[in-house]
């Protein structure tokens, strides 16, 4: 199984696809990250050559933020929001949708299980 930035991506899979099990990157990065490394997309993980894995780990690091460096960049930014007394950094303090979304019907993503009213009947 090959590993990428401390992350094992699953040698069964096309590479074009399990690229995206690094945080960060999707569809559409994989497919460019291969394009400019000059791997076909098509390969899987497991045909690949230690030199081709290396190319494709130096150039995601040269030109994308992954992983932890982008997980805490996102929670540096979120931070920063909240710290400043903005709307959107109060929405994150409360754990409701930041983006405008109504909340009065669906929005149990964020909010978690619906909180139930009233006592369990004992028989």
Same mark, same amino acid.
């Given at each position: 199984?090959?590993?990428?930035? #401390?992350v094992?991506?699953?040698? /069964?899979?096309k590479?074009? !696809? %399990?690229l995206r =099990?690094?945080?960060g990157?999707?569809?559409?990065?994989?497919l460019? +990250?291969?394009?400019?490394? #000059?791997?076909n %997309?098509d390969?899987? @993980?497991?045909?690949?050559?230690?030199? &081709?894995i290396?190319?494709? @780990?130096?150039?995601i690091q040269? /030109? =994308?933020? !992954?992983e932890?460096e982008l997980?805490? &960049?996102?929670s540096q930014? +979120?931070?920063?929001l909240?710290?400043i007394? %903005? =709307?959107? #950094? %109060?929405?994150h $303090?409360?754990?409701?949708?930041v983006?405008?979304?109504?909340?009065?019907? /669906?929005? $149990?993503?964020?909010k978690g299980?619906?909180?139930?009213?009233?006592? +369990?009947k004992?028989?």
């Amino acid at each position: 199984m090959p590993r990428i930035f #401390g992350v094992d991506i699953p040698k /069964n899979r096309k590479i074009g !696809i %399990s690229l995206r =099990y690094l945080y960060g990157i999707g569809p559409i990065t994989s497919l460019i +990250i291969l394009k400019e490394v #000059g791997i076909n %997309s098509d390969k899987r @993980a497991y045909d690949l050559s230690e030199e &081709e894995i290396s190319k494709i @780990a130096t150039h995601i690091q040269a /030109n =994308y933020r !992954i992983e932890g460096e982008l997980r805490r &960049e996102i929670s540096q930014n +979120i931070r920063r929001l909240s710290e400043i007394g %903005s =709307y959107r #950094g %109060s929405r994150h $303090r409360k754990g409701l949708p930041v983006r405008g979304q109504h909340t009065r019907r /669906n929005t $149990r993503t964020r909010k978690g299980p619906k909180a139930r009213v009233g006592g +369990i009947k004992k028989k």
